[in-house]
C-alpha cells in the first residue's frame, strides 16, 4: 500500500513534467525527463519499475502511434534494467504486444494480399475483354473479305431487256449517251 501511494504521488507529479514532451511528440526529453526524475526521487523496486512503465510506454505510444516494435524495445529495455522477481507482468505485457504486432502484420498481409487477388481479377476480366474484341474485329475482317472475294468473282448479266417474267431487274450498268433522249435511245 505504501507503494502504491508513492505511485500515485510520484505519477501526478512525472505527469506534469512530461507532459510537454507529450505535446511536442520529443521521445528523446521525455525519456531523459523521466529518467531524471527517478533518480532524483531515488526511486527503486516496484515503485520506479510501475512509473517508469506507465511513463515510457505512454511517452512512445505517443510519439510513435502504431508502432508496436518501438513499444515493444521500450519493454525489454525495462525488462533488461529491472530484476527478474519484478518483471513477470511485464513479460506476459510484452508478450500480449507482441501478439497485437503480429496480427496487425497478418491482417495487413491479409489485406495486401486481397487486393492483389482484385487487382488480378480485374485483369484478367479485361484481357478477356480485349480478347473478345479483337476476335469479333477479326471475324468481320474475315466476313468482309469473303464477301469481296465472293463479289469479285461474279459475273453480272447484263440483260437487254430488263423486265424478265414480269420482275424488273435493276443492274448498275451506265449506258454513255450524249444529247437528247428519244425513242430511239430509249
Known amino acids: 500500500k505504501k507503494d502504491e501511494g508513492l505511485v500515485r504521488a510520484y505519477g501526478a507529479e512525472l505527469e506534469t513534467i512530461v507532459t510537454p514532451f507529450f505535446e511536442k511528440k520529443d521521445l528523446a526529453g521525455g525519456e531523459a525527463a523521466i529518467a531524471q526524475f527517478a533518480k532524483a526521487k531515488a526511486l527503486a523496486g516496484a515503485t520506479k519499475l510501475n512509473l517508469v512503465i506507465n511513463a515510457r510506454v505512454s511517452l512512445t505510444q505517443a510519439c510513435k502511434p502504431g508502432d508496436h516494435a518501438a513499444v515493444l524495445k521500450v519493454l525489454d529495455e525495462i525488462i ?6 519484478l518483471t513477470g507482468e511485464l ?11 503480429a496480427a496487425v502484420a497478418s491482417a495487413d498481409k491479409d489485406r495486401a494480399r486481397a487486393e492483389l487477388e482484385v487487382q488480378a481479377r480485374l485483369a484478367a476480366a479485361e484481357v478477356s475483354v480485349e480478347y473478345a474484341k479483337v476476335s469479333s474485329a477479326g471475324q468481320i475482317a474475315r466476313l468482309q473479305a469473303k464477301a469481296a472475294e465472293i463479289a469479285s468473282g461474279a459475273k453480272i448479266a447484263y440483260p437487254k431487256d430488263p423486265l424478265i417474267d414480269g420482275v424488273l431487274h435493276i443492274s448498275d450498268r451506265r449506258i454513255p449517251f450524249n444529247g437528247r433522249v428519244d425513242d430511239k435511245l430509249a
Not at 80 to 85: E, K, L, V
Not at 91 to 101: D, G, L, S
Open 91 to 101: 513479460k506476459q505485457f510484452r508478450a500480449q504486444v507482441a501478439a497485437a504486432q
Open 80 to 85: 533488461a534494467d529491472n530484476p527478474a522477481d
